[in-house]
Structures are given as C-alpha cells and as structure tokens.
C-alpha cells in the first residue's frame, strides 16, 4: 500500500471548520483514500473514501487533487467530540484489504 | 452503520496465564477480520487477517503460536494470548468487514494488562 504523511497535530478552533492534509505521493491508479478517526481509547470509526471524485456525507468532505497525490479532509463545523487522532489511509478499494496505518494527526478542538 | 463489538473490554491477567478476547459482528455476517494491537501513544498496528473457516494470516514479527486467531463463524472471531507477558500488556482491537463492502468496522477494544 501506498505510504501517506500527515501532520503530527494541529489545533482548530470550535465552529470553525478544520482542514486536516494528507500526502500521499505514491498512490496508485486502484487505490482508495481512506480516513478514519480514533477517539482516546476508542476504536477507530470510518470517517470517509474516496477515488478521484471529492466527496461528502454526513461527517465531513473529502477533498483529492487532481493528480491523486494529496488529499485534504474537512469537518465543516468542529465541535469538542472531535477531538481524535485522524487517520489518513491508502488501500485497494474492498473493505477485506488490510489497512496500514500511519501516525494519524491529532487534532484537537480548543473552545 | 454495521456494530462490531469486543469481550471483554478490559481484563488484567497474571503473567504466564492465557486470555481469550472475542469479536463479534453483531448485525452482518463477517467474511473476514483483522487484529490490531496498540501500544500507547503509538498507531495501531496489524497483527493477522483471518477469513471465516480458514488459517489466520500472520503479519511478520507476530508469533502465530503465541496469538491464536479462530474464526469458526461468520461472526465470530476469538483471539487467545497465550502465556501472556507484561509485554503482552496493549489495547487489542478488532475490525470486521463484508464482502462487498468498502468500510472496516472497528471494535471498542480490549485493554490488556499482564502482572
């Protein structure tokens, strides 16, 4: 699987949204950009995927260049409870796939 | 979205002793299942990959013989650490996935202290 980097942690305010980068230089033409979350203590929760296309749901948008190479994952309005380590992801695209992961960026909310 | 859930959440063990922990997927049928250990403060790291009826695949490093995976069931998976060590003492989780599916489910977790 493709190696991601991810900022070691980052701050961002309450209400406002927070923009967490991902590289991931290495990805190739079947892979998948994956992101989850862990809590304290928690396990990880699926957050979001994507191909090539940006894409959005409930949680938060993903946000991919056009050359695949990096990656940018928005929670529009950070609230306290996200506060987590943030898990940015490259795997082929079936969730059977063993998942490799980095050392996540921790964000944390300040209110 | 699909439950995945973990027993026990915490258990703490005398060195030398075994500790089985279990996985459940609660509202699908699993077809395979991973086992993750976490150290703190470190990410999660595979430990093996197992699909229902079949031999778990052990990543490098991990000792088959030490960490037994069973996954007798569609939905279920066990995990017995055997004469288990301090070093043994992580956070063990486990995650659960369909066939068709683009998502690993993650469990709550199993906090593992050795004496």
């Known amino acids: 699987d493709a190696k991601t980097t991810q900022p070691p942690s980052m701050d961002c305010a309450e209400g406002r949204a927070a923009n967490l980068p991902c590289n991931h230089s290495?990805?190739?033409?079947?892979?998948?950009v994956y992101w989850y979350r862990q809590i304290h203590s928690q396990g990880p929760q699926y957050i979001i995927h994507g191909l090539k296309n940006n894409e959005t749901n409930e949680m938060a948008s993903l946000i991919i260049t056009e050359d695949r190479k990096s990656s940018t994952l928005i929670l529009p309005h950070a609230t306290l409870r996200d506060t987590a380590v943030y898990y940015c992801i490259v795997s082929s695209n079936f969730g059977n796939e063993k998942l490799t992961f980095g050392t996540g960026t921790r964000l944390t909310i300040i209110p | 979205g699909a439950v995945v859930s973990q027993h026990p959440s915490r258990v703490i063990c005398k060195s030398g002793t075994s500790v089985k922990i279990e996985c459940r997927s609660l509202d699908f049928q699993a077809t395979t299942m991973f086992w993750y250990r976490q150290f703190p403060k470190q990410s999660l790291m595979l430990m093996a990959t197992s699909n229902e009826g079949s031999k778990a695949t052990y990543e490098q490093g991990v000792e088959k013989d030490k960490f037994l995976i069973n996954h007798a069931s569609l939905t279920l998976s066990t995990l017995t650490v055997t004469s288990a060590h301090p070093e043994d003492s992580s956070f063990y989780i486990c995650s659960a996935s369909q066939t068709v599916s683009y998502e690993q489910y993650f469990g709550p977790g199993t906090r593992l202290t050795v004496t």
């Open positions: 290495t990805i190739s033409g079947n892979e998948y």
